[in-house]
DNA sequence: TTGAAAGCGTTACCAA
DNA sequence: TTGGTAACGCTTTCAA
């Protein structure tokens, strides 16, 4: 049978109140006993059983990371991170590791209140929301009710990515600025002289879409430059891909193209090779996001960097409570220009 | 204070016996009660206490995803193949749903460890780890005993992208063909006309970088052409720079890259074109994997294809059990080679 | 510094 | 079909 707590007491002659101080380490324990607990477990090859624990404790080791889409290296990087950070602080109860897990919601709404129920049900210590949501009111209004509980019964909560919900003072948000990013990338095309730009754009319903869009807007309103063709589509590569020929046969004369991130990016240029113009000669792409693999995919992207990594450190330190939040419980993560290869002007085509 | 199963009971008037049976399904029940009970969940807000629950049945919801780099879209497609698979099996006590949750090793044997501690800590329904291992003996063994005393705990246990463990026969193992793989590759390249080959490997000590070898060096041997040049690394995108480096100062004359993965290939065509040359008119570059990115990233890259999405999912079933493994345990996945653009032939370089 | 014992909230067995 | 009630294994006062 499974080895129990009282067990290893009965070894070590010991109580089992003493074996679980020796465990947890948060109470003065005589260093002779301690040893002699420490030596039953490693005999018995004991292991603390989680459920039990977390019964009696109110609280488990658990730490939930929700992100949009897992295959996506922007949501990898950034759970890596947070991992990593949470990993760190090893003081918990039954060896101190925390369990940081991370959950795909695949985007979905559904799919994100089911594991935000899981995870209330497992009394998780802490939440990470990684990416930007939904904006459906009735969604909104269901997530913030479903975070407030689970503040309300002790779970941490972090935004990484996202837009605090209205009210919810106790949930820690580290928000990226999509606004100024986009801005600047548009920004950039226009003072290469650019002036019939294309936007391959995420969906519609979505806060990360809505914000590189108006950041896009503000430039070339700032600019006095005519919006050109917009395409809703995934945050993937083939929604770059088939809004390139709807932006094409919107404006057949583009000479750039702003994706809204670079996923979507490498799509758009995919259609691009494919019909035989040059980047960024004929036509220059730029993208959100900086993944790691675009450096080197197409070294003429523009793009914007996204300190993804920092990002998810500071997440997840928010959720272990190792650092506070800022006071208001808000910060902004700030969008940096980087611009890989050639300056791609605009030239016109045949 | 928070809502318990008790207080569901009263509400409904039945004993807590019978809101246990209602919210498992795995009971007889009468409809009116079961919807007398729904509505008093409903009316209060109830949510089952996992630990206790788990605690009572001795086994959780918990499906523990182990891989080595959550920020490689390879872990990450296989992942969300595997969640989306265990999502569907909604059956299990307190509503169905399976909490699948990945955990990142970051290829330390050690954090491999520690999460399968975890994992047992908690009672896991299953735990599928995904990716070579290392090899090391006393890391192997470990791991085995850790797997053995898993499954004994009644844990299903399921390799995938891993050999299986000696001796250990209860763990379903899904085992991607590696050799041929790599071998095709190379033979490829040879069947192009290329005879001074470089090869940008993984770590020295990972199952994947040796079979990927020697699936490459058997079609060297097989074609009577010298090895050329290797360089271990990392699987990620700056060992496939600095490699290139290396491997073109001990032949100066390569016409083709192998790279282990497509990350480290894409490292490797960042290093060439630094250096001016084109792929793959100067050297041709071919690599492992087939991640969605590379497809646009490089058009003139040759690739062997996982079915990565595939995989995931028939790990994520013999997971939750809704597919038996086949008699002995095991399961090849064939790796199917795909040439994206160019022939690349090799040529002479000034 | 240690021990005794009362929960923690479910499940599952045994009756009814 | 339902109820009563021991477990389940640990944490945590309260005493000693």
Redesign the pocket.
């Known amino acids: 049978m ?1 080895v ?3 067990d290893v007491a009965a070894r070590a ?6 074996v ?2 020796v ?2 380490g ?5 260093e ?3 040893e002699r607990v420490l030596r039953a477990v490693d005999e018995l090859d004991y292991v ?2 989680g459920p ?2 977390s ?4 609280t488990s080791d658990l730490v939930g990371v929700l992100v949009n889409d897992i295959a996506d290296p922007f949501f990898g990087i950034m759970a890596s991170a947070a991992q990593s950070a949470i990993g760190e602080g090893a003081s918990g ?2 060896g101190g590791e925390k369990l940081a897990v991370v959950c795909n919601t695949g985007g979905s709404p559904a799919r994100e209140l089911t594991y935000l129920t899981l995870l209330q049900r497992q009394r998780a210590a802490a939440v990470i929301l990684m990416g930007g949501s939904l904006e459906a009111p009735e969604h909104l209004a269901a997530t913030t009710a479903k975070l407030a509980k689970l503040a309300e019964a002790g779970t941490r909560v972090v935004l990484c990515g996202r837009p605090p919900v209205t009210g919810d003072a106790n949930a820690a948000a580290l928000v990226f600025d999509n606004r100024t990013g986009a801005r600047r990338l548009t920004e950039h095309l226009l003072g290469l002289g650019h002036r019939r730009i294309g936007y391959a754009a995420g969906p519609g319903d979505r806060t990360t879409t809505r914000h590189r869009l108006e950041g896009h807007r503000d430039a070339l309103a700032a600019a006095g430059v005519p919006e050109g063709p917009t395409v809703h589509g995934a945050y993937d590569r083939r929604a770059g891909y088939e809004a390139t020929a709807e932006l094409l046969a919107r404006d057949p004369e583009l000479t750039a193209v702003v994706a809204a991130n670079d996923t979507v990016a490498l799509g758009v240029c995919a259609a691009l090779r494919e019909r035989g113009l040059d980047i960024p000669g004929d036509v220059s792409v730029a993208g959100f996001d900086d993944l790691p693999f675009s450096v080197d995919a197409v070294p003429s992207l523009t793009t914007v960097h996204l300190p993804l990594h920092e990002a998810g450190v500071r997440a997840g330190r928010l959720a272990m409570g190792t650092e506070e939040p800022l006071a208001g419980g808000l910060e902004q993560v700030s969008a940096e220009l980087v611009v890989r290869g050639s300056t791609g002007r605009p030239r016109t085509r045949g």
């Open positions: 499974t129990t707590l009282a002659r010991v109580s089992p109140a003493t679980s101080r465990l947890n948060n109470y003065p324990v005589a002779s006993t301690r603390l059983n039990a624990s019964l009696a404790a109110a109860r039954g």
